[in-house]
Structures are given as C-alpha cells and as structure tokens.
C-alpha cells in the first residue's frame, strides 16, 4: 500500500464530516501467495539519489499549463492524474513490454506514459468524450528508444561456478593457474578444488589464505597461461557466459 500526499487537497464540500484527503493510496496487491510481482528496488534507488524510496511521495496535482488537457478551454477531466505520477509507478513496478491495465482510461494518462515507457496497455472507458481525447493523446505519444528503457540496474548476471569451467574444459584437471606475478601456483583438481603449498579449498578461499586475507575474489586472482599468454579465470568465466553457460538470472 502507498500513499501519494497531496499539497492542495480538494476541499470536503460536504458538511466536513471527515478528515480532508491530502493523500491518495495505491494499492500493491498480489492474485495469491505464489504470485510473483515486480519492484524496482535499485532502479527506484537510483532514481532518488541512492536513498531508499519512500511511500509518500510529494507530486503537484495536474493543474494548468500544457499537460492539463481541455475541450474547448475547458477541462477534458475533472481528476486527470499528472503524468509524472504514472511514470513513477510504471517504473517502479513493471518492466519494458509488460501489459497495463486501466480500467477507467479517463483521457488517458496512463496509457500515454506506459506507451512511452515501452509498456504495452488496454484501456477501457465508456465515455465517448474521454475515449476521444484517449485516442488522440495516444496518436501524439512518442515511445522512448528502445535501448533506454531496461531496468539496467535490476538485471542479474548469469552466474558460472569454477567447477562449469572444468566440466566444460575451458580449464582441465591437474592444469597450473597462476597468480598475477607467478608468486605462486595452484594446480586445479577433479572436484574444482586448488591446492597450493598444502592449502586446499576453492580458489577464493586459497587465495585468500595465500594472501593473508579473510576473503578474495579467486575470480581476480588466478590466471592460466594460454599460448604464451596469461588469461584470467575471469576471462574464461566471460567466455562461458557468451556461449550460453551458467544458472539464468532470478527474476524479481
């Protein structure tokens, strides 16, 4: 549940019987409990300065100037939600070529920005009026370029073990890999262990201890030799990766 605060609230016509609504509440429900769902925690990170986002958000009403759409010099809509409110909430919880809903289009608002967005939308409406302003809004929508709109910072790596590397052959049991200046050499074994110096464990944990360290990235350490050449491990994790190896992502 999240509530949006408004700093000019419509006034209760109505005698005053309740508290004036300064805010509006969006709810984030789920179809059951194996439902999955998406949020963009890094990306909404991000989008506020590397702080955690929080649920009340401060945005304008849509009032005057060139967003407010109007029939006539009238108003189209008396309640058109401002865009940049949609744009918060599409982003935060969908992702490029999702499928939104609206059920009570209005003049479009949503659908505008999810177009924009890279989402794809249905929207219903009943009245004729709105549906028209709907449909030309639309028309005048440009998407954003493709190669903007993924939610880089949610994507997860594939992840590939040193133990795929040796299954695979891009490195064979009893081969040499080298620390950086060939201080030392650990020789890869069958169950994608390395031993070195009578330290055996995996190539993060022997490096480490090499070094006198509590923890290393093995992975930044160790080389083999290629043809003349030190490779790093890492490269041949990449090289993996490219050909199709390792656990997919997890999906948010």
């Known amino acids: 549940m999240l509530s949006g605060s408004r700093r000019t609230p419509t006034p209760n016509f109505r005698g005053g019987t309740r508290f004036n609504n300064a805010h509006e509440t969006l709810i984030w429900a789920a179809r059951d409990r194996e439902s999955r769902y998406t949020f963009n925690y890094r990306t909404m990170k991000a989008y506020n300065d590397d702080l955690q986002m929080r649920s ?139 031993t070195c110096g009578g330290l055996t464990g995996s190539i993060h944990r022997v490096s480490a201890q090499l070094l006198g360290k509590d923890a290393n990235n093995g992975w930044h350490f160790w080389f083999v030799e290629r043809e003349g050449t030190m490779v790093s491990i890492d490269e041949l994790r990449q090289r993996a990766i490219r050909d199709g190896g390792g656990e997919p992502p997890q999906q948010a």
């Open 56 to 194: 009340d958000w401060h945005i304008p009403v849509c009032q005057g100037g060139k967003e407010r759409v109007r029939i006539g010099g009238r108003k189209a809509h008396p309640t058109q939600k401002p865009e940049a409110l949609l744009y918060r909430v599409i982003t935060s919880c969908t992702k490029p070529g999702d499928i939104i809903l609206d059920p009570f289009a209005g003049t479009g608002t949503t659908l505008a920005v999810a177009k924009r967005l890279g989402r794809r939308y249905i929207g219903i409406e009943k009245n004729e009026a709105y549906l028209r302003v709907c449909e030309e809004r639309l028309r005048r929508t440009v998407p954003y370029p493709e190669d903007i709109l993924p939610n880089r910072l949610e994507e997860r790596p594939r992840r590939v073990p040193f133990g795929e590397l040796i299954e695979r052959g891009y490195i064979l049991p009893g081969e040499f890999i080298y620390s950086p200046d060939r201080t030392y050499r650990a020789t890869v074994m069958a169950d994608a262990t390395v």
